[in-house]
């Protein structure tokens, strides 16, 4: 049932966002199945027989206005809690950023992406930067910070083993964070249509670590230089 | 408090030459003025119901095409040929906003609304019989203008029926120059002829009704559609502001969304759904009218807490101004205004909840009979309720964060949407069907075609979660680009539902067959076949020009069923005590 059975979780907060769609599939799925039990059980129950006549009920006495207002109130108990556990998951993926062990910007564009990663000097927009098409490098349990940009029109930001999604607009920048937390090589998806080629704009997220992180940082900084 | 009578005379002066829609000899007016510029509110209705439908069809027929380029990427699809991105962003964009625009809306809305209001009133016609007429003028211009936008140079607007720009607004990014503009004046016009007919509805309902009828003795479902056309015209005036910015845009430079000359993309956002949610349940509410209608008739109940039901109508119309920004929880709003939405949405399943609880209890200690439209009725319940609580995974915030923009939110939309646009549109249609054109549909085909669409219908949506949960995003045009959605699973599913989808489509030419063979060949309907309460099964089954021999008066409210002190189970609203 849950979606860590359809993709992988690949960052710190991929567990929080698959638990709280567990919390509410249990708790709406409680409600779903009750509701349609009752649904179908009244409708086998009071099915129409010769001779037998209707109940003539009006709803509007307080005995009866129970059978609706009971189930009225623990609904809205239950949607206490998924507001409460939604907005806990929300401020800590969007609302708080910790800090950056690295900075990337991500650039997107009818229908590419670009991404400048900081180089060994760790920081961007200096001449040792590490720029690539379609293909992102982060080291594994490093807390990044992504500035994202574009160039013509909405894109989307989308990494599905990470949980993360995020609409680019262009004249502003977006900053959010994520950590990955597992090595390996994953889809990037542009979420928001975009023209034509929408469907031409996956990259893909290369999670290494440390020491493999290092060796392609050499290797681009030696091609870039020779 | 306006007395019928002035009405009746009012609308009586716009078809004097009137008298019975199937008088024959010299009096007989002509097809032109009869069928096509009439101001009867019964064939305005008709009017509406078929251009509605036929929209419909042409809105299916593109699933159709989509679907199949999902299932079986770059193939030939049969009737249409090899689907290029281009088609594809074009299909699925005008088919989002044919159903929901050009169906869902004039079918539930003006198609009922026309035909039933001034019926189950108990009054001859419409108070603006004219400006009846000019809305559903302007509505056909404003379809032929949206068909228009797919033969042009460049084809049809494919940027979403969401229209987000800067890609709605350029042609240098959508590469549709006419047809995006063709679609934003379509679907502008259509928005008029809206308003104009639901200044109709509401003044209707509140001046024409039977002496002796009082607010709470109007049926649910005109009450649903007088609340929905309140929603409605409070909702659109943003967007319709919005939609001369965005042909501004277009056609003459200007910069309402380039944020290059100071301009903002996210501000149509916000005037669009601000706009979008509420024109959600513009379509439910009189979706759950016409189901309170005939779930109270064929389970011989009184309808549970009426008064409850039309104030949580009220609830959910006046909470569903403050939703709008769901939609946009990723799209680089401030992320503090997340938690507030989240808030609003999740509350709204209140009133819902309850809504679809005193469904539930009306069926208590009833004696259900499971006609085709009772089936109908039953089945948009059954499944709304998937679309209802689906809802709540995408309205928690941290939950959309993965789920937004996923066939998870298709899934659960057309949860929602095919209840209202089709299963509740085949139960008013297989309902009022005797009423409209005097005969009885066939059961049997009724409720093959039934089961037909209702479980392909399944078929198509349920695995349409699993591939959305599986990370599928939505309009895209071929996933084989995408390593982890191009495996062997991922396309089960999409197949799985394209064949769903062809089945359910193959199921509607019974009903069509079921429509056109029973206008001739169907038993004929007495005046009230279903032993129902409301106002329009007092006049006969078609109601001629005019609508009653007599013009009824109003005893009680509409659901006296199996009241105790009667011998007959059913007590109708004329009937005096």
């Known amino acids: ?226 | 408090m306006a007395t019928p009578a002035q009405e009746h005379s009012h609308a009586h002066d716009d078809h004097a030459h009137g008298h019975g829609a199937h008088d024959h000899g010299h009096h007989e007016m002509s097809f032109w003025s009869k069928y096509v510029f009439s101001t009867d509110h019964k064939i305005i209705g008709m009017q509406y119901m078929f251009t509605g439908l036929a929209m419909g069809i042409i809105g299916a027929f593109f699933s159709y095409v989509f679907r199949m380029q999902m299932a079986y990427p770059g193939h030939h699809v049969p009737l249409f040929g090899v689907v290029s991105p281009a088609e594809y962003n074009s299909l699925i964009t005008n088919h989002g906003t044919i159903m929901i625009f050009w169906l869902a809306m004039p079918v539930l809305i003006a198609a009922f609304g026309n035909f039933l209001i001034p019926l189950m009133l108990g009054c001859d016609d419409m108070v603006f019989p004219r400006l009846n007429r000019l809305s559903y003028q302007i509505f056909l211009l404003s379809a032929i203008v949206l068909i228009a936008s797919w033969f042009v140079p460049g084809g049809g607007f494919g940027g979403a029926w969401t229209a987000y720009p800067p890609l709605s607004a350029k042609s240098q990014y959508n590469l549709t120059p006419m047809g995006s503009s063709l679609w934003v004046i379509a679907v502008a016009l259509e928005f008029i002829a809206f308003l104009i007919g639901g200044i109709n509805f509401v003044t209707t309902a509140m001046n024409s009704r039977a002496p002796g009828m009082r607010m709470f003795d109007i049926p649910m479902v005109v009450w649903m559609i007088v609340i929905a056309s309140i929603l409605f015209m409070a909702s659109v005036g943003p967007l319709i502001a919005g939609a001369f910015m965005l042909l501004f845009d277009q056609l003459i430079g200007t910069g309402f969304y380039d944020p290059v000359r100071g301009g903002d993309p996210i501000l149509w956002q916000h005037l669009f759904w601000f706009f979008g949610h509420p024109e959600v349940y513009v379509v439910l509410l009189p979706a759950v009218g016409i189901v309170a209608e005939i779930i109270t008739v064929f389970s011989r109940k009184k309808m549970f807490a009426y008064k409850t039901v039309l104030y949580t109508a009220f609830g959910t119309g006046i909470l569903s101004f403050f939703v709008w920004a769901h939609h946009q929880f990723i799209a680089g709003i401030d992320p503090r205004m997340a938690n507030v939405f989240t808030a609003t949405t999740v509350l709204i399943s209140i009133p819902i909840a309850e809504m679809m609880f005193v469904f539930v209890a009306t069926l208590y200690g009833g004696s259900i009979e499971l006609t085709t439209p009772m089936l109908w009725a039953l089945g948009f319940i059954a499944e709304f309720i998937i679309g209802g609580v689906t809802g709540i995974f995408l309205g928690s915030s941290g939950a959309d964060i993965y789920f937004h923009d996923t066939y998870f939110v298709l899934a659960h939309f057309h949860y929602t949407f095919v209840p209202i646009a089709v299963i509740a549109v085949f139960a008013g249609i297989t309902y009022w069907y005797p009423k409209m054109f005097g005969r009885m549909l066939n059961e049997t085909l009724g409720k093959i075609h039934y089961w037909g669409t209702i479980i392909a219908f399944n078929g198509i949506f349920i695995p349409l979660f699993l591939t959305g949960m599986g990370g599928d995003h939505r309009r895209i045009h071929n996933y084989d680009n995408f390593p982890e959605l191009a495996n062997e699973r991922m396309y089960f599913l999409r197949e799985f539902a394209t064949v769903s989808l062809v089945i359910l489509l193959f199921f509607q030419f019974i009903f069509i067959v079921n429509f056109f063979w029973s206008l001739k060949n169907g038993k004929k309907a007495t005046a009230n076949p279903w032993n129902a309460n409301t106002l329009e099964w007092v006049a006969p089954s078609p109601p001629p020009h005019g609508n009653f021999a007599e013009l009824p008066n109003c005893y009680r409210g509409p659901y006296e069923y199996s009241h105790p002190d009667r011998e007959q189970d059913f007590w109708p609203q004329n009937e005096p005590a």
């Not at chain 1, 800590?92 to 800090?99: A, R, S, Y």
């Not at chain 1, 894109?155 to 949980?163: A, D, E, G, M, N």
């Not at chain 1, 290494?208 to 050499?218: I, L, N, P, V």
Request: aromatic share 10%; net charge neutral.
């Open chain 1, 1 to 226: 049932m849950g979606i860590e059975h359809y993709i992988e979780q690949a960052s710190s907060y991929a567990a929080d966002i698959d638990n709280l769609i567990f919390l509410v599939g249990v708790l709406v799925g409680f409600w779903f199945i009750l509701v349609e039990f009752v649904f179908f059980g009244l409708i086998v129950a009071y099915r129409r027989r010769p001779g037998v006549k209707a109940q003539y009920i009006t709803g509007e006495e307080k005995h009866q206005k129970r059978w609706v207002g009971i189930p009225h109130e623990l609904v809205l108990v239950c949607d206490v809690v998924i507001i409460i556990a939604a907005v806990r998951v929300w401020v800590d993926v969007k609302q708080t950023l910790p800090p950056a062990g690295e900075t990337v910007r991500v650039i997107a564009q009818q229908w590419a992406w670009s991404f400048v990663h900081a180089g060994p000097d760790g920081k961007l927009d200096t001449p040792d930067d590490i720029k690539t098409v379609d293909e992102m490098h982060v080291k594994v349990g490093t807390v990044y910070h992504f500035k994202l940009e574009s160039r013509d029109v909405l894109h989307s930001f989308s990494v599905p083993v990470f949980r993360l999604k995020q609409d680019v607009i262009p004249g502003r920048e977006i900053t959010g964070w994520f950590k990955a937390t597992k090595t390996g090589i994953h889809d990037i998806q542009c979420t928001e249509i975009c023209g034509i080629g929408h469907a031409l704009m996956p990259a893909r997220i290369v999670i290494q670590t440390k020491g493999e992180y290092d060796a392609w940082t050499a290797a681009q900084t030696a091609t870039a230089s020779r």
